[in-house]
């Protein structure tokens, strides 16, 4: 079965620039989801079709893909942003998820 | 205003039996791919299972044969029904939908939590 793998966990200082990257089998030739959810809420879509951002979103979240490896990249980084990140693609008609990144501001 | 509200969780036995439900508002359902993603305590999400716009369904490889999911389009509601309910099984349950399978899961209900144990 297809696997995304992500980074347990990112730390990245107020006001700086965080990825997070998420992995899978070529992982570029497919659109890739991103996620974020903060503590007792529900996921929020970031991002999607690799690199669109929902309406509300804001732009300092962005996103890549290409050969086995999409990106989320957080643009000048706020307390706000801290959360889990779960990135998700389509294999064979189900959806997988990556196991989340826990991105710590500090 | 788009809303998904997930009811019908709770505490169960190994073994048992459960049907969550998946009431949608502000839009219609058959016009959606609508998932079930659950999250076990502390952990990650996990697709569960989805229905399509077109009414097909697909499972995840561990609740394939156990997990049923259904649409009613009259209550403008999915279904999941769960069965043979293992404590592997305890999490909190999302139904989510997605307008093609390529606009990603843009709502998200609020979860309905459902507790295996004896």
């Known amino acids: 079965s297809y696997e995304l793998t992500q980074p347990p966990s990112v730390s990245v200082s107020p006001g700086q620039t965080a990825s997070i990257t998420c992995s899978g089998n070529?992982?570029?030739?497919?659109?890739a989801y991103w996620y974020q959810q903060k503590p007792g809420q529900s996921p929020v879509l970031v991002i999607y079709?690799?690199?669109k951002r929902p309406s509300g979103i804001p732009a300092r979240f962005s996103g890549s893909n290409s050969g086995n490896t999409a990106t989320l990249t957080i643009s000048g980084t706020q307390a706000m942003d801290e959360a889990d990140y779960y990135c998700?693609?389509?294999?064979?008609?189900?959806?997988?998820f990556g196991g989340g990144t826990k991105l710590t501001v500090l | 205003e788009v809303q998904l509200v997930e009811t019908g969780g709770g505490l169960i036995q190994p073994g048992g039996s459960l049907r969550l439900s998946c009431a949608a508002s502000?839009?219609?359902?058959?016009?959606?791919?609508i998932s079930w993603v659950r999250q076990a305590p502390g952990k990650g999400l996990e697709w569960v299972s989805l229905?399509?716009?077109?009414?097909?369904?697909y499972y995840a490889d561990s609740v394939k044969g156990r997990f049923t999911i259904s649409r009613d389009n009259s209550k403008n509601t999915v279904f999941l029904q769960m069965t043979s309910l293992g404590v592997d099984d305890t999490a909190m349950y999302y139904c989510?939908?997605?307008?093609?399978?390529?606009?990603?899961?843009?709502?998200w209900g609020q979860g309905t939590l459902v507790t295996v144990s004896s």
């Open positions: 079709q690799s690199f």
């Open positions: 229905v399509s716009n077109g009414g097909t369904t």
């Open positions: 989510a939908r997605d307008l093609t399978s390529t606009k990603g899961m843009d709502s």
């Open positions: 502000g839009f219609t359902v058959s016009n959606y791919y």
């Open positions: 070529k992982l570029g030739d497919k659109y």
């Open positions: 998700q693609a389509w294999d064979s008609s189900t959806v997988v």
